[in-house]
């Protein structure tokens, strides 16, 4: 097909990383900051003294390496370290309603937000107010509902262990349990999957296990944009001939080559690494049938090799390998084929590569935990390791990847909304109250009540809640029905605008920023994907003399609400080393926690199946089945995609740092849905085409983007939009049922030509 012209998209052919991520990182440095502080915020990223990357939750190694270059870091600090401000004067002049037609990038890009604001609704614009009127305020909202539970508290990841803890006890004691968190749309596939697997809700490797690993599985992710510190492990597993198998249905630019910055040879000669030794561009959705597909034919080599399967290890570690093993059986070959989109015999070489290798890791991403049976998909790459032992030896393992930088750390201090009866005990023992006895509600939940109108308030440390939820619509209507919403956050967003009865912003400080409490200056601490813990302190001067940090607001709120409160909340935000004595004392894994985290590096929590202890009920790791070969309700019909919703490269979640999708070959639009060429032709639509996209789910025929149709390379039935605008295509409910995830990754649609302009 002889392609046309469409602006704005264009072939990207270079590899990922190399001088572009150097001009990219120049520019971001150019457009935020002021540049005499650059060098100094740049070099005090993921350092033994300096503050952890809010950018993403790869470890680093030892946090002592010499500087570690990385786009999109830089990218997470210097968007939070800018110069640009949203002073009260630019609340007065542009009302809530005209600040509704501006774009999720315009929102953000205007800046740090200086100052407290209240919403006024007579003026239709925020005002500023006193700290402690807000927390007065706040309090008394608090204190008049009825019921403790008709109040919802959030967290995003990025909240430090110290600010998460506080706002844990402080809802518990104000007495309720409603948790909603970023976790439940990310990688609660995860933390509900793996528990039952292998006795805990967190990866299993280590950095170092990538030196020892012979084999790595890639599913699902695009370490490119969303993981980049990770291109630099990838790059040096490449270069020492670890084939990496990659499951990803569009061809991701870092996956397949990558120049990596750090080496001047490759900068020097404009050449790069090959990072994926084989790359299956398996169907959205298809990853549990290519899993099982593995599976049987790892199954089928051990009738002939006694070594295709660890048979001291499944014998003794593990319960439920039989009937996981006939359901393997029973399984067609060619279902399994038109489920994954991939052919027996690609499968049966990867299986033939898995049972070459003595040390296999598999990593993977919200492409496998974002589906509506992303929990059994997880199970299925643990299964898979099962079969061979690659848990509790060098070089192996689970590796997911995880989203925010502190998402991880946030659960290990009790952002849940699960009862939890040893921690409740402890947490009673600590301040003398329990919290109350019933679950609360998670991310869509919450919302389900807030839209029902049975929640009234909505406290958000950090995040854009209401954008990032599935059903875009709905969402509105819920955050307008509330009483008060109370927004801790660093920027303008969308949420802020989606006014109820009343609203508070409370800026708070960033990571990069010096954090000064009675007791001088204070570090945080953070956990990194790989269970490290370890503390990050701010360098710059606050982006406003108003600000005041997470830690030091939710107490604020918590003595205005709790005016008989059993904790001394006071004391505890003097001296954050106060915070964590009372963490380790609910949390006994973080003992000697104060000193620990002085160490450069930090500490790495108790991990069971590293050791091959495994707390599951039955004492063992458990092979769990997955049913049947469908990951997401399959909607019967001609022209029914299955929708998936992507990061761009220049976006953080919600957060949009610029236009363009430079891997992708995307500049200055995010309004493109990326489909394959035969599905174009298929579709009798050409390249450029202004289509329709509907959901193809009974009764949400009516939610409907309108796009430009591009070429793509994306496996076939596939199609991708972005991320968040295309949310309003996935009901709220359509999610896992075991860990509520919404399936943002697979949303049924059909396509349909609007005209035949260029758009
Ligand atoms: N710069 C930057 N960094 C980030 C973020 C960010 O937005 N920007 N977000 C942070 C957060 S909260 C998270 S959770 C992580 C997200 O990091 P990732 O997990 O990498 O997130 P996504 O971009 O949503 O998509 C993942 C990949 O899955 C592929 N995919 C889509 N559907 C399927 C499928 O059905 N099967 C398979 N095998 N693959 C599929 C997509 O093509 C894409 O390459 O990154 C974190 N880091
Ligand atoms: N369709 C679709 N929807 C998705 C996803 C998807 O892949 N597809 N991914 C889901 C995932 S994995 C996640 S994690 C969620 C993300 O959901 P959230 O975590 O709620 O969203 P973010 O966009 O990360 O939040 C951005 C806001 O955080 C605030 N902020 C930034 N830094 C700080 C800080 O240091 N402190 C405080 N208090 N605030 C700060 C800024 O004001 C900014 O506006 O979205 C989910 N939604
Ligand atoms: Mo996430």
């Known amino acids: 097909m002889e392609k046309r012209e469409v602006p704005g998209v264009h072939r990207y052919d270079a590899p990922a990383g190399g001088w572009g991520a150097l001009k990219a990182t120049a520019k971001a440095v150019v457009e935020q900051m002021h540049l005499a502080e650059a060098p100094l915020l740049l070099l005090h990223t993921n350092k033994p003294d300096g503050f952890d990357c809010p950018g993403c939750a790869w470890p680093d190694k030892d946090h002592t390496s010499t500087f570690q270059f990385c786009e999109n870091g830089a990218k997470a600090v210097t968007w939070e370290a800018t110069k640009k401000r949203v002073p009260p004067e630019f609340f007065a002049s542009h009302t809530v309603s005209e600040l509704l037609e501006w774009s999720d990038y315009q929102l953000e890009n205007e800046g740090r937000i200086t100052h407290p604001m209240a919403y006024d609704r007579g003026s239709d ?9 807000a927390f007065a305020r706040i309090g008394s909202v608090l204190r008049g509902l009825p019921d403790p539970n008709m109040a919802e508290f959030y967290t995003s990841g990025r909240a430090s262990n110290e600010a998460a803890f506080l706002f844990n006890i402080f809802a518990r004691e104000y007495g309720t349990n409603n948790f909603p968190d970023c976790s439940n749309m990310c990688h609660e596939a995860t933390s509900v999957g793996l528990p039952k697997s292998i006795g805990v809700g967190k990866g299993t490797v280590s950095l170092e296990d990538f030196d020892h690993c012979e084999l790595i599985i890639a599913m699902g992710h695009n370490p490119g944009t969303n993981h980049p510190r990770m291109m630099g492990t990838l790059h040096e597993c490449a270069r020492r001939h670890v084939p990496i198998i990659v499951f990803n249905p569009l061809k991701e630019r870092a996956l397949e080559r990558f120049a990596d910055p750090q080496d001047p040879i490759e900068m020097g000669t404009f050449r790069s690494t090959d990072i994926a030794s084989t790359y299956y561009q398996v169907k959205v959705g298809g990853d549990a049938a290519a899993l099982k597909g593995i599976m049987k034919s790892v199954l089928e080599m051990a009738e002939t090799n006694d070594d295709a399967l660890d048979h001291a290890f499944i014998a003794e570690h593990t319960n439920g390998f039989i009937d996981f093993a006939a359901d393997l059986k029973s399984t067609d070959w060619v279902d399994i084929e038109n489920a994954c989109g991939l052919s027996r015999a690609d499968l049966e070489r990867v299986a033939a590569a898995y049972v070459k290798s003595k040390a296999t890791i598999v990593t993977f991403g919200m492409g496998i935990t974002q589906h509506a049976k992303g929990t059994q998909n997880v199970q299925q790459i643990s299964a898979l390791l099962m079969l061979r032992g690659n848990y509790g030896k060098p070089g192996t393992g689970i590796c997911p990847l995880r989203g925010h930088s502190n998402v991880q750390g946030n659960r290990t201090v009790g952002i849940t909304e699960k009862v939890d009866d040893v921690m409740f005990g402890r947490v009673e023992t600590t301040f003398g109250f329990r919290p109350p006895p019933h679950h609360g509600h998670d991310a869509v939940n919450a919302m389900k009540a807030m839209v029902a109108g049975s929640s009234k308030v909505l406290v958000c440390l ?3 809640f209401s954008i990032a939820l599935p059903d875009t619509d709905l969402s509105y209507q819920g955050m307008r029905n509330l009483d008060l919403a109370v927004h801790l956050n660093t920027k303008l967003n969308r949420s802020h605008l989606l006014v109820g009865k009343e609203s508070i912003i409370l800026p708070v400080l960033g990571r990069t920023e010096r954090d000064i409490q009675a007791s001088g200056p204070q570090s945080i601490t953070v956990e990194d994907s790989m269970t490290m813990v370890h503390a990050s302190r701010g360098k710059l001067p606050p982006a406003s003399e108003h600000l005041r940090s997470e830690p030091a607001i939710i107490a604020g709120i918590a003595m205005a609400t709790l005016p008989n409160s059993k904790v001394d909340w006071k004391d505890l935000i003097a001296d954050y080393d106060r915070i964590r004595d009372k963490i380790e004392s609910v949390y006994p894994d973080f003992k000697d926690y104060n000193l620990r985290i002085r160490h450069p590096g930090g500490f790495r929590l108790p991990l ?6 495994w707390h599951t009920k039955s004492g063992k790791a458990e092979f769990l089945p997955f049913t049947g070969l469908e990951e997401d309700p399959a909607v019967a019909g001609p022209n029914v995609f299955k929708l998936t919703t992507l990061r761009s490269h220049d ?26 060429e035969a599905d174009l032709v298929a579709q009798d639509l050409e390249h450029g085409d202004l289509v329709e996209v509907n959901s193809a789910l009974p009764g949400y025929e009516h939610k409907r983007l309108r796009l430009t149709a591009i070429a793509h390379d994306i496996s076939r039935g596939s199609v991708g939009a972005y991320y968040p605008e295309a949310n309003n295509l996935c009901p709220l409910d359509y999610q896992d049922k075991e860990s509520r995830t919404p399936s943002y990754k697979s949303i049924p649609v059909r396509i349909r030509k609007l005209d035949a302009a260029v758009a």
Do not use: A, C, H, K
């Not at 614009?125 to 009127?133: A, Q």
């Open 462 to 464: 950090g995040g854009n």
């Open 651 to 676: 976006q953080y979640n919600t957060t949009i740092y610029g236009l363009d999708d430079r891997y992708r070959g995307v500049f200055g639009r995010r309004d493109v849905l990326f489909m394959s």
């Open 125 to 133: 614009t925020y005002l500023p107010i006193d700290w402690d009127e």
């Open 608 to 613: 069971g199946p590293t050791e091959r202890i």
